[in-house]
């Protein structure tokens, strides 16, 4: 069981160098809510490839009868399915601490905005 933990080792910390450096970056050129934004989007969206990614190549191992690629696979595809877990739990976190994040700002109007349109008179209306 620890052989099998000890290979996604790398793996998770490839990942936590990537979050560390995307929220260093965004927060400072942000602001840290921005970098938490950035980093759940993020993250949601690679863990998510990861996880097809792998899932793919299990089944592929599996389908071939290779067990050794199949359970390194299924290694894999366990870890990001822990780390897309994760994502989603810290995303609703932030939702519930944050509850204007879901709204995304609209575009603001003016009266002069929108093209004008034709005079018409008062009778005809």
Same mark, same amino acid.
């Given at each position: 069981?620890? =052989?099998? /933990? #000890?290979?996604?080792?790398? +793996? +998770? *910390?490839? /990942?936590?160098? *990537? ?9 400072? $050129?942000? #602001?840290?809510? $921005? %970098? &938490?934004?950035? +980093?759940? &989007? ?7 490839? +990861? ?5 793919? *190549? #299990?089944?592929?191992? /599996? ?10 696979? /299924? #290694?894999?595809?366990?870890? =990001?399915?822990? %780390?897309?877990?994760?994502?989603? *739990? ?10 204007? !994040?879901?709204? &995304? ?5 003016? @009266? ?9 008179? @008062? !009778?005809?209306?």
């Amino acid at each position: 069981m620890v =052989a099998r /933990l #000890s290979r996604i080792v790398p +793996l +998770l *910390i490839v /990942l936590a160098v *990537i979050a560390g450096i995307v929220y260093l970056v965004a927060a400072w $050129r942000y #602001s840290p809510n $921005r %970098g &938490k934004e950035i +980093l759940i &989007k993020l993250f949601t969206w690679l863990t998510g490839i +990861l996880l097809v990614a792998f899932l793919l *190549i #299990s089944l592929y191992a /599996l389908l071939d009868g290779n067990a050794l690629i199949l359970d390194l696979g /299924l #290694s894999f595809l366990v870890a =990001a399915l822990i %780390g897309l877990g994760v994502t989603r *739990i810290c995303r609703a976190v932030f939702v519930r601490n944050h509850p204007g !994040w879901k709204q &995304k700002p609209v575009r603001t109007t003016r @009266p002069d905005d929108h093209p004008r349109r034709p005079f018409t008179p @008062p !009778w005809k209306r």
